[in-house]
């Protein structure tokens, strides 16, 4: 139907496409009679038709739209004559004076045709402003029209115009409003969309006026945040928790400075959840540069939050024991270290710790006992500290202890170190084993030791190497000790040639049998004579000697200089005992026992008057090894030596087992027990236990007649010490021998 389809609403409309032709010809009240008149007129009136037909060709070209139309028609193939002629038949049509529902909407449709070429109704006005010139013209000079008619005619030519045109201004007008509500749809369409679209997407959007502190729209969404007012200016500030709001205004104040940007708040939920949320905001500036609008989004992270969390987590904590993992140590190392530089009040203490004889719990009872073992032993330090403290796996079974804030630090540390050895007195078990541990401790501190992360984690990693070759559970860091050191990098270099320049020497120092009063035996004591520092002790070489590796060159060196003096002095006919120095590492070297029994063998000498000095650590450090190798040697009929005992934690139960001869009491017991009664009591049941294991015991350090006497009183085998003799060089032992020796 040419009413523009029909389906289209034509709202405010009176009349529908039924009635308008009514309608008009009511207006116009068109009778009967005006078609009378026509058809007496008719052929006067379609004179002068081909005249016309040229002028509203002409009137069709000089305006720029219809010949624009008229050109396009040509180019598809249309001809103007065709056009013409079809103005001709309107023309000749309108004249009928049909006024009939068909020709109604025969020229809505042609009003519709404008409407969709852009011929626009001032066109259309131009047009019948021709037809109505052309008409009267022919009415008013020609004779044909009786007086009577002629303003009858005209005003019937009139009427007509009038509807031909109303009713083509209607199809044009219907046709505008059908593409209007066309387009209307579209855009509901497309608002229907995009609501539907933000109601789905569980970000909440908005755009907020902020010039008159409007909201410009707020999406569905907003409402399940925020349960009934939204906030403005900031959405749902309201409803963020009070702790988190001023966080929020500050991100809004730089927003509104012009500044995108975004935070993160909790927001309580309307059934009372609180969720994590992040806001963004991005203020949208006028031509002159002021923030008038401020567009944001605001999601809910709760759940990327805590999955970061989880993230966090597994990458800072050892998953076996849950403590802080090597990076997060080092991590709140180096946030300590810069808290503490910037006073000078405080101190850092760090530790490294690792368990002594951990690889034979794996070795023997397998991963998951030694897992069992981790754990537990975490479990136990963690009690011994303070929240403040970080403890931490690093790895294997190496654990960080860290104190970040001390003011005392070689106090503090000396006694969380002792603190931390009392979680291995009592045993651990593990599948059914109990378990003695025993672990070692390097401490470095702030600033003392190093002031950055890597200096100190590498200090105490040296402290607690050299740890290992004493009998305290605990060192602190000392350059001596140290193999990186500048001035120990260069003794380790000159230690390298110390055997071939042959700035080694041996000093002995002699056991006295405190039965017989007389020298019994002699222990070699090493000396290097250095050709810039004079002579170094071993406490301070030996260390760099393990570390170095050149101890086995030098231990080997040891027996059989040691030997070849020892059998000096049996030619001269004393039957001496002598005593050599093993340190841990020298365990690890295969050809030990090659070398004994081969030194031995070379020199003549009997088995049985070589002992091999050994301390506690070295047993519990590698026990299975040891004890294999010791059993080696003492097969042989060499004399094993515990030394520095009672510095260790082996109980003397522990070493039943082992092929000991000898227990040589720790000096630190000796030099005071005629002083301090507790070192008495320990002296004096060392002795008693070690007799009843059926071991020979030397006592060492004595220093004065008083220390003798105790000594002689509790039974003890053997002594050695300054009050009988300092250690010293061969030639000067000789005599000494031939002062107190027994021949
Ligand atoms: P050590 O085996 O416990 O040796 C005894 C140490 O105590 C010696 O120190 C000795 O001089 C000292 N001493 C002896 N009597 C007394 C006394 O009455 N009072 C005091 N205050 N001290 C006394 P030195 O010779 O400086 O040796 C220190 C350590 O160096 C030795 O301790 C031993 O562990 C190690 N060492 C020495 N020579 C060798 C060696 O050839 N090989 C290895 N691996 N270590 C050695
Ligand atoms: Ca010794
Ligand atoms: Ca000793």
Redesign the pocket.
């Known amino acids: 139907m040419v009413w523009i389809m029909g389906e289209v609403s034509q709202e405010g409309r009176k009349y529908s496409p039924a009635t308008i032709n009514q309608a008009f010809n009511d207006f116009l009240r068109l009778q009967a009679s005006d078609q009378k008149l026509l058809q007496r007129y008719n052929k006067t009136l379609m004179r002068g038709g081909e005249v016309f037909a040229k002028i509203f060709y002409d009137y069709l070209m000089a305006s720029p739209v219809t010949a624009k139309v008229l050109d396009k028609y040509q180019r598809q193939g249309g001809l103007i004559e065709d056009l013409v002629k079809k103005q001709l038949q309107h023309l000749f049509g309108f004249i009928s004076g049909r006024i009939d529902d068909a020709s109604a909407q025969r020229m809505s449709h042609i009003g519709e045709i404008h409407y969709r070429h852009g011929i626009e109704p001032v066109w259309i006005m131009g047009a019948y402003k021709l037809y109505l010139d052309h008409l009267q013209t022919c009415i008013r000079d020609n004779t044909e029209v009786s007086d009577n008619d002629r303003q009858l005619l005209e005003s019937t030519i009139t009427k007509l115009l009038f509807r031909d045109m109303g009713l083509m201004l209607e199809g044009y007008w219907g046709a505008n409003l059908s593409a209007l509500a066309r387009e209307k749809e579209k855009v509901v369409d497309l608002r229907d969309q995009i609501t539907g679209l933000l109601a789905n997407i569980p970000q909440l959007l908005w755009s907020i006026d902020v010039a008159n502190n409007q909201p410009l729209y707020v999406s569905p969404t907003a409402h399940e945040i925020c349960e009934m007012d939204i906030d403005m200016p900031i959405p749902c500030l309201g409803w963020t928790i009070a702790e988190d709001r001023q966080r929020v205004e500050m991100a809004w104040q730089s927003a509104m400075q012009g500044e995108a940007t975004e935070v993160e708040s909790r927001v309580i939920q309307p059934n009372g959840e609180q969720r994590w949320f992040r806001r963004l905001f991005y203020p949208y500036k006028n031509i002159a540069g002021d923030v008038v609008r401020i567009d944001g989004l605001m999601e809910d992270t709760t759940e990327k939050k805590a999955t970061l969390e989880r993230l966090n987590t597994l990458a800072t904590t050892d998953s076996l024991t849950c403590l802080t993992n090597r990076t997060l140590f080092h991590d709140r190392l180096a946030q300590a270290l810069a808290a503490a530089s910037r006073s000078d009040k405080y101190q850092v203490v760090m530790m490294l710790m690792d368990l002594d004889h951990f690889k034979e719990i794996n070795d023997t009872l397998g991963h998951p006992a030694g897992d069992e073992v981790l754990v537990a032993v975490a479990q136990r330090l963690q009690t011994l500290l303070r929240k403040t403290d970080t403890l931490a796996r690093l790895g294997g079974d190496e654990f960080g202890i860290l104190l970040p804030q001390v003011e005392d630090g070689h106090y503090t540390a000396e006694k969380i170190a002792k603190t931390i050895q009392q979680a291995f007195v009592s045993s651990y078990q593990a599948e059914d084993n109990e378990l003695f541990l025993g672990a070692s401790i390097g401490i470095a501190i702030y600033p003392e030791h190093g002031e950055d992360v890597a200096t100190l984690m590498s200090r105490a990693d040296v402290a607690m190497y050299s740890t290992k070759n004493t009998e305290k559970g605990y060192m602190f860091y000392d350059s001596k000790l140290d193999p990186h050191a500048q001035q120990n990098l260069q003794l380790s270099g000159d230690l390298r040639h110390a055997l071939q320049r042959k700035q080694l020497v ?2 002995y ?1 002699p056991k006295i049998d405190l039965q017989s009063n007389s020298v019994m035996g002699a ?5 290097w004579h250095h050709p810039a520092h004079g002579v170094i ?3 301070e070489f ?1 260390p760099l000697a393990e570390r170095t590796g050149l ?1 086995r060159p ?2 080997d060196w ?1 027996i059989e200089n040691a030997l070849k003096q020892s059998k000096v002095w049996r030619e001269m006919g004393y039957e001496l005992h002598m005593a ?4 841990a590492r ?1 365990f690890q070297n295969t050809k030990l026992v090659e070398i004994i029994n081969g030194t031995l063998k070379k020199l003549d000498i009997p088995a049985n008057s070589l002992e091999v ?1 050994i ?1 506690e650590n070295i047993l519990m450090s590698d026990l299975i090894n040891t004890t294999r190798v010791l059993k080696q040697i003492s097969d042989q009929g060499v004399t094993i030596a515990i ?2 005992f009672g510095t260790g934690y082996s109980s003397l139960a522990y070493l039943k087992n082992m092929p000991l001869h000898t227990i ?1 009491i ?2 630190s017991f000796v ?1 005071n027990m005629a002083k301090d009664e507790n070192d008495a009591v320990i002296v004096r049941s060392t002795i008693d236990l070690a007799h009843n294991l059926g071991l020979f015991v030397v006592a ?4 004065n007649a008083e220390t003798l006497a105790m000594l002689v009183a509790l039974g003890c085998d053997s002594a ?4 009988f003799s ?2 010293q060089q061969a030639d000067k032992f000789s005599v000494f021998l031939q002062q107190h020796g027994r021949d």
Do not use: F, M, W
């Open positions: 041996l000093h120092q222990e070699a004591l090493l000396r002790p071993p406490d030996i101890i030098i231990t040891v050599v120095n093993v340190s020298s000095e301390t030394d520095d040589k720790d000096k030099l060492e350090g004595i220093e050695q010490g300054y009050y300092r250690p």
